[in-house]
């Protein structure tokens, strides 16, 4: 599964188990509150998880793309230089997200 397509699974599952929870609450049934709070709980688990290696990777894409561009500059390898560019600010999206 793509980081997109569980990103949004994850968060549909979230609300879903928060909506368990509400009508659990509404209907006096612990067990389904119960299920709800569990699946939220998981869901928002999932979710931090991936937030966290997404801003991990994030990283390494600044660290690579600074290394690219001061290795470009001293050599002058406009192509380097460039390719730099591109993963610093890629490694500043992804740690934003």
Same mark, same amino acid.
């Given at each position: 599964?793509?980081?997109?397509?569980?990103?949004?699974?994850?968060?549909?599952?979230?609300?879903?188990?928060?909506?368990?929870?509400?009508?659990?609450? =509404?209907? #006096? /049934?612990?067990?389904?509150?119960?299920?709800?709070? %569990?699946?939220?709980?998981?869901? !928002?688990?999932?979710?931090?998880?991936?937030?966290?290696?997404?801003?991990?990777?994030?990283?390494?894409?600044?660290?690579?793309?600074?290394?690219?561009? =001061?290795? #470009? /500059?001293?050599?002058?390898?406009?192509?380097?230089? %460039?390719?730099?560019?591109?993963? !610093?600010?890629?490694?500043?999206?992804?740690?934003?997200?």
């Amino acid at each position: 599964m793509s980081n997109i397509a569980a990103k949004i699974s994850n968060t549909m599952s979230y609300y879903i188990g928060s909506a368990k929870e509400v009508v659990g609450e =509404k209907l #006096g /049934s612990p067990e389904m509150v119960a299920s709800g709070v %569990a699946q939220r709980t998981q869901a !928002d688990n999932v979710l931090r998880e991936a937030a966290a290696k997404t801003h991990v990777e994030g990283h390494g894409h600044n660290v690579e793309g600074q290394a690219q561009k =001061k290795v #470009g /500059s001293l050599t002058g390898d406009k192509t380097m230089y %460039a390719k730099g560019e591109v993963n !610093d600010a890629i490694g500043n999206i992804q740690r934003s997200v």
